[in-house]
């Protein structure tokens, strides 16, 4: 299993911009795939952004496609978010996940609040 720690979070003016990162440890691997969700209150858990640890193949919600960039360093062992023109509907903790596939991830961060203000 994964361990991941997130941090980067905080309280941010609409269209402002801020970098979440995710730091890995434990069995981490190349063929892993690296995910972001969110959660607002009263929402359930959705699906922001993916890639996999290789650098193949990433992925995005509609909501945040031209807004917001998942990328990782491999020699960090860390996953990035950047995301830039939020908006107050960004407004969520975001969690950091890995998994054996887009479709399973099974190790989940603890979560960072990110809160965007109009």
């Known amino acids: 299993q994964v361990h991941l720690v997130e941090s980067g979070g905080g309280l941010v003016q609409a269209g402002g911009s801020l970098r979440l990162s995710c730091a890995a440890s434990?069995?981490?691997?190349?063929?892993?795939?690296m995910g972001w969700f969110r959660q607002s209150p009263g929402k359930e858990r959705e699906f922001v952004a993916a890639?996999?640890?290789?650098?193949?193949?990433?992925y995005y919600t509609d909501s945040v496609k031209g807004r917001f960039t998942i990328s990782r360093d491999n020699a960090k062992n860390t996953l990035y978010l950047q995301m830039n023109s939020l908006k107050p509907e960004d407004t969520a903790v975001y969690y950091c996940?890995?998994?054996?596939?887009?479709?399973?991830?099974?190790?989940w961060g603890q979560g960072t609040q990110v809160t965007v203000s109009s």
């Open positions: 996940a890995a998994g054996s596939s887009y479709y399973s991830f099974d190790s």
């Open positions: 890639i996999r640890w290789s650098g193949e193949s990433s």
């Open positions: 434990g069995r981490t691997s190349s063929d892993y795939v």
